[in-house]
């Protein structure tokens, strides 16, 4: 059992250009949340999803932040024209059923904006 | 609403010493407490949680929190710090297992064990 995989793991990108993180969720979970993590600060909650559905997207910031959960494949975030206060990490987490008692969390993905 | 407050941004104890981080909360409804820990860059593991059933909560690694409600407090004790203790340890609550809103966290404490 892989746990839940994010990739990349560190990603780099210059103001004005896209960044896409990807999450698989632990085999047998169909519930897929994102977080963002600020420097000194702790975990935000982003969105909230199923396959195909979004079902939370509370945290999202309203510009330039969507992301997906399809029916075959990973998770995606997508940052489109990053600033550099996007910089952080973010956490994806996995669970079998809805709701927060059963989260595993991947090992996250650092955004850094040059 | 909900949200989670941790006491100390930085704690730091000697080896062999009691670790206790401090948490408190809010909630409108009985909560979900958690407590988690990240090591450097990685990501969090779930230490222990307390969904209603006993208010003392053993988790792994040594660590326990006790649920007090009249306190609205979850600290998380271990009483004897390892060096392998060091982290970032994050207290979280959610008010409903089937919220769709995940989990708030409080903005988390670093453990520093001193030799």
């Known amino acids: 059992n892989a746990g839940v995989m994010q990739n990349p793991r560190h990603l780099v990108r210059r103001r004005g250009q896209e960044a896409r993180l990807r999450c698989s969720p632990m085999?047998?979970?169909?519930?897929v949340y994102w977080y963002r993590q600020l420097p000194e600060e702790g975990l935000k909650f982003m969105v909230y999803?199923?396959?195909?559905?979004?079902?939370?997207e509370s945290g999202m910031p309203k510009e330039r932040f969507s992301a997906e959960f399809p029916k075959e494949g990973p998770s995606i975030l997508r940052i489109q024209q990053v600033v550099r206060g996007d910089s952080a990490a973010y956490f994806c987490?996995?669970?079998?059923?809805?709701?927060?008692?059963?989260?595993?969390f991947g090992a996250g993905s650092r955004l850094t904006v040059l | 609403a909900q949200s989670v407050t941790q006491l100390g941004s930085h704690v730091s104890v000697s080896e062999g010493a009691l670790v206790l981080l401090r948490c408190n909360y809010s909630?409108?409804?009985?909560?979900?407490l958690f407590w988690y820990v990240q090591y450097p860059n990685q990501g969090l593991q779930l230490l222990l949680k307390?969904?209603?059933?006993?208010?003392l909560v053993k988790g792994i690694n040594g660590f326990e929190a006790e649920f007090k409600k009249s306190e609205t407090s979850f600290h998380l004790t271990k009483p004897s710090a390892h060096m392998s203790d060091a982290a970032e340890y994050f207290c979280?609550?959610?008010?409903?297992?089937?919220?769709?809103?995940?989990?708030?966290f409080g903005k988390g404490t670093h453990l520093i064990i001193q030799p």
């Open positions: 987490a996995s669970s079998r059923q809805s709701g927060a008692n059963v989260l595993t």
């Open positions: 085999k047998g979970h169909s519930h």
């Open positions: 999803l199923q396959k195909e559905n979004i079902i939370d």
């Open positions: 909630s409108s409804v009985p909560p979900y």
């Open positions: 307390y969904t209603s059933a006993a208010t």
């Open positions: 979280a609550v959610s008010d409903s297992g089937g919220g769709a809103d995940g989990l708030t």
